[in-house]
């Protein structure tokens, strides 16, 4: 079980430079003051459940899986893994975790580019403790899940971005560790590429009962994957499963309208309403309650809209309403 | 232990393989390090030196020479190998792994250490049998060689302590002792043909006193009892700066753990 108890980080603020006496002090003793990354977090995973950690970019979702990974000390309260401590026994869970970390420098930092994708699988297969006579059926199992048994023995330097990113997965199959931690790990990756380590992940859980904590700012991914969602953006917002997360923010607000208007148009109205004038066009998106919207279509029929669609809210609009605070005004 | 010698044999192992399939790079390096030898040899063998070399333990500028350039390369081998492993790439992915940072350390650096120790005996080897170098292998030429060792690997945990709280791209520490090593230590010429303003400098580099040391035992035949207050001196200093080193890189880790900034996620 994975157990985050008033889980918290603060930062000092950025260094300034070696002239800025406050820097130096921020540095080398107690910060002036501090930054928040994650306030008050608490959640509980169970076994073999795919956890989602839904939030912006900044939310403190990589934040979280340095913590998890013994690599950040936590201002206060702590993550449980087993009912070990991440940070302060870090060597106690290294063997039953595997992450997947995010962005281009440290998602591809351990694989040797001038190595075949087999023998890259093979080292990480041998850092993380795989028995040896399993090795060579676990690479071909992860290899040919993923559609890269064809690629086995080309130097992974060769590989395209996707493709590397596939191997990055493959390795958590060769590991088929406990827990999986994953750090956003479809960002920047085509629809195909994307389903094809969902899947990789879903026959994780479901042949080896992994326990995955996702964290994402995709929507459709965490909705897809997830058993629940936790949304959060340096603090807990809502925690349920995904529909439930759904409904309960459906409450505001229930439609959608998407208009596009000749013309500068003039947005000065009340509600959820964002407009942006390009080309000589208005593009306006509107969230309103379900008794406000045929009023509101009128309104832009008078004014010549050229186009008027109604739709009903996704997780995704319900993403945007709560975390772009130009919505909001500030 | 027996996992972690397993996973140093595995680093050892993928870097060779790294290494040699650079293939060309390798025949360069090869050549390359021919005409070096070719070149130093000569080099060596025709300069004159108007400075007292007989008081080093070594008869002619070439043994002078050769015995520092090698005893350099041996002592300073620990230098980035402990600060390139902590802002690695791969770092956050290895500290995450069971294994641990022990056997990671010393397997990641295995083949770097092997190979340069592997071209240093080649090295040796060659300039014995073609420009006549005598050199005396002994325990006390070891033991100068393996305080040395130590010596920079303890500045090496002080600049990797330094480079992991501050993010520091540059390594000034290791930086500034290597710049100063070629021009004051005495490793190309002997330290008291410096001016008189660079004579400080050279008299508190630590790299004077091993090559001092080095030349005598490995080139004169000296023992450590007859060369044992320098030899002192330089065991103190090593253990003196050790704690100074683990102290830093205790403080660099921790404070790298606190800003977030181990690893570079």
Redesign the interface.
């Given at each position: 079980m994975i157990e985050a108890e008033n889980l918290t980080?603060y930062?000092?603020p950025p260094f300034k430079g070696f002239f800025d006496l406050g820097s130096l002090r921020d540095f080398f003793g107690k910060p002036r003051e501090e930054i928040p990354?994650l306030e008050g977090l608490n959640f509980k995973v169970g076994e073999g459940e795919i956890f989602g950690l839904l939030g912006p970019n900044g939310a403190g979702k990589?934040?979280l899986?340095?913590i998890a990974?013994?690599?950040?000390?936590p201002s206060s309260g702590k993550l449980l893994i087993d009912g070990h401590d991440s940070?302060r026994e870090h060597?106690k869970v290294?063997?039953k975790?595997?992450?997947v970390?995010?962005?281009e420098?440290?998602m591809?930092?351990?694989f040797?580019w001038?190595?075949s994708v087999h023998?890259n699988l093979k080292?990480i297969a041998?850092?993380?403790?795989v028995p040896e006579g399993e090795i060579g059926e676990r690479i071909e199992y992860a290899l040919k899940l993923l559609n890269l048994w064809e690629k086995r023995d080309e130097w992974y330097q060769k590989l395209s971005a996707g493709m590397k990113q596939k191997v990055y997965i493959a390795s958590a199959l060769v590991v088929r560790p406990r827990y999986l931690i994953l750090d956003e790990p479809t960002v920047f990756l085509d629809v195909i590429t994307k389903s094809e380590i969902h899947d990789a992940i879903m026959a994780l859980v479901r042949d080896f009962g992994t326990t995955v904590i996702l964290t994402t700012h995709d929507l459709q991914e965490a909705e897809k994957l997830s058993d629940r969602l936790l949304l959060f953006n340096k603090r807990p917002i809502l925690e349920g499963r995904p529909e439930e997360i759904s409904r309960k923010l459906r409450a505001p607000v229930d439609k959608k309208v998407v208009a596009l208007v000749e013309g500068k148009f003039d947005c000065n109205c009340d509600g959820l309403v964002k407009c942006t004038f390009k080309n000589g066009y208005t593009h306006l998106v509107a969230y309103l309650k379900v008794d406000e919207v045929d009023e509101f279509v009128r309104f832009l029929s008078l004014k010549g809209a050229l186009q008027i669609k109604v739709e009903d809210l996704s997780l995704e609009d319900v993403f945007l309403l709560i975390f772009d605070n130009r919505l909001f005004g500030g | 232990m027996r996992d972690g010698l397993r996973i140093v044999r595995e680093f050892f192992n993928i870097q060779r393989e790294v290494f040699f399939s650079y293939r060309w790079d390798v025949v360069s390096y090869l050549i390359g390090l021919l005409i070096q030898v070719a070149v130093m040899g000569i080099f060596a063998s025709l300069v004159t030196i108007n400075a007292n070399i007989e008081q080093y333990g070594t008869d002619s500028f070439l043994q002078f020479f050769l015995i520092g350039f090698i005893v350099h390369n041996i002592i300073f081998l620990p230098r980035g190998s402990l600060s390139k492993l902590l802002i690695g790439r791969s770092f956050p992915m290895l500290y995450a792994s069971p294994a641990g940072m022990v056997a990671i350390f010393l397997g990641i650096n295995a083949w770097n250490v092997v190979w340069s120790l592997m071209i240093m005996g080649l090295i040796t080897g060659v300039f014995v049998l073609f420009y006549g170098l005598v050199i005396h292998i002994n325990l006390d030429a070891l033991l100068v060689i393996l305080a040395g060792f130590t010596l920079t690997f303890a500045l090496e945990l002080f600049s990797a302590g330094f480079r992991a709280a501050t993010k520091a791209r540059q390594d000034p520490i290791n930086w500034f002792l290597n710049l100063t090593s070629q021009l004051v230590s005495g490793l190309y010429f002997p330290p008291q043909v410096l001016p008189w303003w660079l004579q400080p400098i050279s008299k508190i580099h630590p790299e004077r006193y091993i090559l001092e040391m080095a030349r005598l035992t490995m080139g004169g035949g000296y023992s450590v009892s007859q060369i044992w207050p320098s030899f002192v001196n330089l065991a103190i200093t090593t253990g003196v700066m050790l704690l100074i080193g683990v102290a830093m890189f205790k403080w660099g880790v921790r404070k790298a753990m606190q800003l977030g900034t181990l690893g570079h996620v």
């Open positions: 980080k930062y000092p990354a990589t934040t899986c340095k990974n013994g690599l950040l000390e940070f060597g290294a063997n975790m595997f992450t970390f995010t962005g420098r440290d591809w930092g351990i040797q001038r190595l023998r080292f041998r850092l993380w403790k | -």
